[in-house]
């Protein structure tokens, strides 16, 4: 079977139906979790300072104007992990305690892990080197390290002064709670993680940008995760993605990349540590490893020629300097990153209006020059169809929002012929949203749900609609991880929307594939719903305390 076929196998595989859930275990082994924390054992931690940078940066200068850029320095590296991949807080309820992070993860499980490859960051490392980084702890774990020649011939062609990061999955944290559904909440969380890195890298005034030339294999290599005597078996970390963060005013060309008999060099180098063991028990779910390693090829085998990765057009650019502002007061982006939670439960009556609305739809559309979507390089695929509850000047009903323009056609003749495509209420002429159909679709938003809540007691919900075989063909069957990170990459923008208009969101990662798409009227596989989002008024579980997220090390004002 090619690796296209064994993706949409595995896709269709494991829907939820009302009738029929993707497989799982069934049940919750609580004294068999997995640790959320991994950590190399034998290797040297490095701690990295609790020290505020640019402390007075607006959330909204994130999207209207250029940051200067930081030196690099280890202030900026601790910024950089702290307003991405750090701890957020700690909740308690009664003698439990459990960590939440600035990025969000599936069940709270967190299966990503982060890594970065520097030259040297003074007065903590004087040599270039691999390091993991350690949420718990805020610290760097080396890996690995080697001399400067050996930097220089691996990012010659890099930027001046580039550095990169490294994200990469354990599988099994997620399959342990989530069965064979497991790779796609993993995938959404490198979209989380991602779109959280490249934010975090934007305040410190640096561009992050994705390796688009280099095979996970070589991932692999660089961040020592072929090393399999230093996992256990079903603990593995597979390589998702790598970046260049550039902290000057350079860009990344599409041709520049790593040399890869210097990848080869580091990887056959001396490396520190052995992965900490996670759990004791396991299940194994086959259907995982023949998708992942079907994802993880480069080279298309599939039905059509594998064109070059298309970049987004700003041809389409959407202004939203005319968008009604509705600020109350001044909202620091620090703080909106770090408060970031996911809501458990909505109210059924907060509302939100139709400006912010507008505003926060505005900033999932991919412009040029953009903190976020610049760091993808390419064209979107995934939009939006929307159910719309509460917000006031809005007629209740479905709505869909087009991220490209160009794509609008495809998606009407995609969907019920009878959808009225009518522009909004004072809708911006440059967001293409459009109101499908008017009714209460509470209820509906709650049943494709699975039936939760609070996809329609929110103020709105949404599906995420990625363009779906034609893509995974022309671009090969990894594409199918890539649609996903993009699903995370929105939610991420979502999160933090929702938290600066004084609601809360949370990603929805239960529901009923097949359902969604009749609601829609789409079919067959040219477009499939990867993943589900709601925004609203959250409900306080006051059974809970809050604790600081490092209360165990030096004290600080970001605490």
């Known amino acids: 079977m090619k690796k296209c076929e064994l993706v949409f196998h595995y896709h269709d595989q494991t829907k939820h139906d009302y009738y029929r859930y993707a497989a799982s275990l069934g049940h919750l082994d609580w004294d068999n979790q997995p640790d959320p924390f991994r950590r190399f054992i034998g290797s040297r931690l490095i701690s990295l300072p609790l020290t505020e940078v640019h402390p007075s940066l607006e959330y909204d200068q994130l999207y209207s104007q250029k940051i200067q850029a930081h030196p690099v320095s280890v202030e900026t590296i601790s910024a950089l992990f702290f307003y991405s991949l750090a ?229 389409h650019p959407v202004s939203v300097n005319h968008v009604k502002q509705e600020r109350k007061k001044t909202l620091l982006a620090g703080q909106i990153i770090r408060q970031r939670r996911s809501a458990v439960a909505m109210d059924g009556v907060t509302s939100i209006t139709k400006a912010q609305f507008y505003e926060m739809l505005s900033r999932v559309i991919p412009v040029v020059g953009s903190m976020l979507w610049d760091s993808i390089a390419q064209r979107p695929f995934i939009h939006l169809g929307l159910f719309v509850h509460r917000v006031v000047g809005l007629i209740p009903g479905l709505y869909a929002l087009v991220r490209d323009p160009e794509k609008q056609s495809l998606l009407q003749t995609s969907m019920h012929a009878e959808f009225q495509w009518k522009t909004p209420l004072e809708c911006p002429q440059s967001l293409p949203l459009f109101l499908l159909e008017e009714k209460d679709v509470q209820n509906l938003a709650a049943s494709v749900s699975c039936g939760q809540d609070i996809a329609g007691t929110g103020a709105f919900s949404c599906g995420m609609l990625a363009e779906f075989e034609e893509p995974i063909r022309h671009f090969g069957a990894h594409w199918y991880r890539r649609l996903f990170w993009e699903t995370g990459m929105i939610g991420q923008v979502l999160y933090l929307e929702a938290e600066a208009k004084g609601v809360q969101a949370t990603g929805i990662g239960c529901f009923f594939d097949n359902p969604v798409h009749d609601v829609f009227g789409l079919t067959g596989h040219t477009f499939q719903s990867l993943y589900h989002f709601t925004i609203g008024g959250s409900v306080e579980d006051n059974r809970l305390s809050t604790l600081p997220s490092y209360q165990h090390l030096a004290s600080s004002s970001i605490l």
């Open 87 to 315: 701890l957020s807080a700690w909740k308690q309820y009664q003698d439990t305690t459990w960590a939440l992070r600035v990025n969000p993860s599936s069940g709270n499980l967190h299966p990503t892990e982060g890594y970065l490859i520097i030259d040297k960051i003074k007065e903590k490392c004087f040599l270039p080197g691999v390091y993991h980084y350690t949420p718990k702890e805020h610290g760097l774990e080396l890996r690995t390290e080697f001399g400067l020649e050996l930097w220089k011939e691996l990012t010659e062609q890099l930027p001046q002064g580039s550095f990169l990061v490294g994200l990469s999955s354990i599988y099994w944290r997620e399959a342990w709670k989530y069965g064979e559904r497991a790779f796609r909440y993993c995938q959404h969380d490198i979209g989380h993680a991602w779109a959280a890195l490249a934010i975090s890298a934007s305040m410190l005034g640096w561009k992050l940008q994705i390796l688009n030339t280099i095979s996970n294999e070589s991932i692999a290599h660089l961040l020592g995760l072929n090393r399999f005597n230093d996992f256990e078996m079903e603990e593995k970390e597979t390589p998702d993605l790598l970046a260049v963060i550039v902290p000057s005013n350079d860009i990344l060309k599409p041709s520049q990349s790593l040399k890869q008999k210097s990848i080869q060099k580091i990887a056959n180098g001396k490396w520190f540590g052995k992965a900490n063991k996670l759990n004791e028990e396991y299940y194994p779910w086959e259907i995982i490893d023949i998708v992942s390693d079907a994802c993880e090829e480069q080279k298309s085998d599939c039905d059509r020629e594998k064109p070059s990765t298309q970049l987004f057009s700003d041809t």
